[in-house]
């Protein structure tokens, strides 16, 4: 009697996984057919497969699962974990430390605002213009402040330019700690504030040379203006000479 339950044992832990199950598995995983794997997964993780709890810690983890479960997948790690699992090891101390760094991973996806793209060297005031200039001293001075706001705003642009995706700003610790729809959220905010940022500078340099130009034609108009008053009231001896 006690043979013939030793061998059903062993006929229930044979039919629960083997190996062709666990590849097949990682094979519907590879292929995207995440329902389909975690049905294998599940039957293999529960007849205690330590590969297979690992996968299904990573599929809750990483929302192939369908969702996003976190207490989930910390079960399942450490299911994974205490038979040795050193993979499953490493995803528990990764999960320990998104704990202590979830400030900095909501600082990416809603808080940050670009602000070092915009200030320091790459603020650029918009000079004020008068209507018209009349004195060459005045004309003089505004011309440098235009050309001082050129520069730094063409300064501006290629830094803005470089600095595309915003995503690229992101640490590197804080990225491998952040989950895909931790990472999606991140990318549509810091797109939605590369957008903003240019597009306020945009706006804003539109009006200033809209101003500039209004200045430039009325200074201009009475440069001629006075020109032709001056010529027009020398004396008729010197105009002849």
């Not at 699962?65 to 528990?92: H, M, Q, V, Y």
């Not at 400030?103 to 209507?131: F, H, N």
């Not at 640490?171 to 810091?190: F, G, N, R, S, W």
């Amino acid at each position: 009697m006690k043979k013939y339950l030793f061998c059903l044992t062993l006929l229930i832990s044979g039919a629960a996984w083997s190996a062709d199950d666990i590849a097949t598995a990682n094979a519907l995983f590879e292929k995207k057919s995440y329902p389909q794997a975690l049905q294998m997964y599940t039957r293999l993780a529960n007849a205690g497969n330590a590969e297979a709890q690992l996968h299904m810690g990573e599929m809750y983890l990483y929302g192939e699962a369908g969702a996003i479960d976190l207490p989930k997948a910390e079960s399942w790690f450490k299911k994974s974990a205490a038979k040795g699992n050193r993979t499953a090891i490493a995803a528990l101390e990764m999960m320990k430390k998104r704990d202590v760094r979830k400030a900095d991973i909501a600082y990416w996806m809603s808080k940050y605002d670009g602000a070092e793209l915009r200030t320091g060297q790459y603020r650029c005031p918009i000079p004020r213009v008068p209507a018209m200039s009349k004195q060459n001293d005045e004309i003089t001075a505004i011309g440098a402040k235009v050309t001082a706001w050129q520069t730094c705003y063409n300064a501006f642009v290629e830094n803005i330019n470089a600095a595309a995706p915003l995503t690229k700003r992101i640490p590197k610790d804080i990225v491998d700690l952040m989950t895909k729809d931790e990472m999606t959220v991140a990318t549509k905010h810091l797109e939605e504030v590369y957008k903003r940022i240019v597009e306020d500078a945009r706006v804003e340099s539109k009006l200033f040379l809209a101003d500039f130009n209004v200045w430039r034609d009325a200074t201009d108009a009475y440069i001629g203006e006075h020109n032709q008053m001056t010529k027009d009231a020398k004396p008729s001896s010197q105009r002849k000479n």
